[in-house]
């Protein structure tokens, strides 16, 4: 075989792969009130279906390239192919909702180790002179993958019944599993240990915060379960930076926040993933269990929330070359939370779609000034020979923020309201999506907390299609 039709399964193989596993993270929110009725799931069950996904994927996100790096990025590029499809057939043959977490777990173990090997294989196995090209054609295919995953997902849904949003991943994932071993060719890095304290100590500590937070409302928040994981949570992740500070290879290197730009352009990261993922959880249910709309009615007005940042993050990447990126992303996250707060503003169980449509806009323009510039100064702010760690971290980061936006919003929908009637659950949506939109704001204040520009030199132009992925 030569070199170019080899390159070419290497396209092919890696973006199959993205796309499916990309694809999850939002194709199971049109599927939320479905799957509610179907396996008579409670709230703190259904945030789990999506919470179980994000938080097994953002921990493990740091650690899936250096497994590759260390044992061959094919073998364990294939290894976590498998363990995706497995989790997808299990998620898809679930009798219940615990079940169904168990499986989305799994799914995000899978996801995990793919998602960071796509890019490195990738890369690998491109010329250097048209890794642009095929890098740039990589974010494409990501960026549809999350635009039209709840439109997907409602599609399927609307068409078939939930359980083959996962059963679609399975005929896709065995036809991957054998064109890798056989098609790519075995690279390792220069990266091959595994922090393994620093992820057993993260993976704990976040699982308890997340626990807590989830369970609050319906154990109590003053009850031994919840301050004991909520306690047991934050003393583990406490323990967790003091071992990255004295760590020979630590997963999340502690030093980088000791960077004024990295630190903050991190922490508003996780506010706009905060307020995204936390308000579309609930925006998705809002069109089915109030307005009555279909899985696919429901997904397809979501479309323009997802798929607008694809058409305005490329002209931001090209404001950022003439106006300071941080300025561009606090304006952006600005926006968002304009847009945000007028949703939970003019939001009634008879609200007109119309009615939406402007804040929608307005909300979407501002994630898609978000992506590209929050890339190179995530870069710019670090060495060359740690942008990948650098670029890890701000995905792992981000992720995170979904999974505390949804447990959060979550939360606070369930103290003002609840399921009983469409008025009972606007009563929990509007104060839910108006906290959402405040921490988006703080994310805003700290980007024009930020005095300078990175030095051009700093910025390297290929990393934003990673970033935009997760």
Do not use: C
């Not at 497995?86 to 168990?102: E, T, W």
């Amino acid at each position: 075989m030569t070199h170019k039709a080899n390159m070419w399964w290497t396209f092919a193989i890696t973006s199959a792969a993205l796309f499916m596993v990309t694809l999850d993270n939002l194709v199971v929110t049109t599927a939320i009130p479905v799957i509610r009725r179907d396996l008579h799931a409670g709230l703190s069950g259904l945030e789990w279906t999506v919470n179980a996904y994000t938080l097994v994927f953002a921990v493990l996100l740091l650690t899936g390239a250096a497994l590759g790096d260390r044992f061959g990025r094919r073998l364990v590029f294939s290894i976590g192919l498998g363990i995706f499809t497995a989790g997808s057939a299990a998620a898809a043959l679930a009798p219940s909702i615990l079940a169904l977490d168990a499986a989305r777990a799994l799914q995000g173990l899978g996801g995990a180790i793919v998602l960071p090997l796509t890019l490195t294989i990738l890369s690998a196995g491109v010329p250097e002179n048209r890794r642009g090209v095929f890098l740039g054609a990589w974010g494409g295919i990501s960026g549809l993958a999350v635009a039209f995953g709840p439109l997907v997902g409602g599609a399927v849904v609307s068409g078939i019944s939930w359980h083959w949003i996962f059963w679609l991943n399975v005929p896709l994932g065995l036809v991957l599993i054998p064109l890798a071993l056989l098609r790519l060719d075995e690279t390792r890095g220069p990266f091959g240990k595994v922090d393994l304290p620093g992820l057993a100590l993260a993976s704990a500590g976040l699982f308890g915060i997340v626990w807590g937070l989830v369970r609050g409302n319906s154990v109590g928040w003053g009850s031994t379960e919840i301050v004991g994981a909520l306690v047991a949570g934050a003393v583990l992740v406490a323990a967790f930076v003091a071992w990255e500070l004295r760590a020979e290879n630590p997963m999340l290197p502690m030093r980088f926040f000791r960077n004024r730009t990295f630190a903050l352009a991190n922490a508003a990261s996780m506010m706009m993933s905060f307020g995204m993922f936390g308000s579309v959880f609930l925006l998705a249910q809002f069109f089915q269990t109030v307005q009555g709309y279909s899985p696919f009615g429901s997904g397809l007005r979501i479309l323009p929330w997802t798929a607008m940042p694809m058409i305005v993050a490329p002209i931001a990447g090209a404001l950022s070359d003439r106006i300071p990126a941080h300025r561009i992303i606090g304006t952006g996250l600005a926006l968002q939370a304009a847009g945000l707060a007028w949703i939970a503003a003019v939001s009634t169980p008879t609200t007109p779609y119309i009615d939406l449509v402007a804040p929608f806009s307005l909300s979407v323009i501002g994630m898609g000034l978000f992506f590209a510039p929050i890339a190179n100064l995530i870069l710019g702010s670090v060495r060359t020979v740690e942008e990948g760690q650098a670029s890890g971290a701000n995905n792992a980061i981000r992720e995170l923020g979904g999974v505390f936006g949804v447990a959060v919003l979550a939360s606070v929908f369930s103290q003002y309201g609840g399921y009983s009637s469409g008025t009972a659950f606007v009563n929990g949506m509007t104060p839910a999506v108006y906290a959402g939109a405040a921490v988006v704001a703080l994310g805003a204040f700290a980007m024009f907390a930020i005095k300078r520009r990175p030095k051009a030199g700093d910025v390297v132009a290929l990393e934003p299609a990673f970033e935009a992925a997760a």
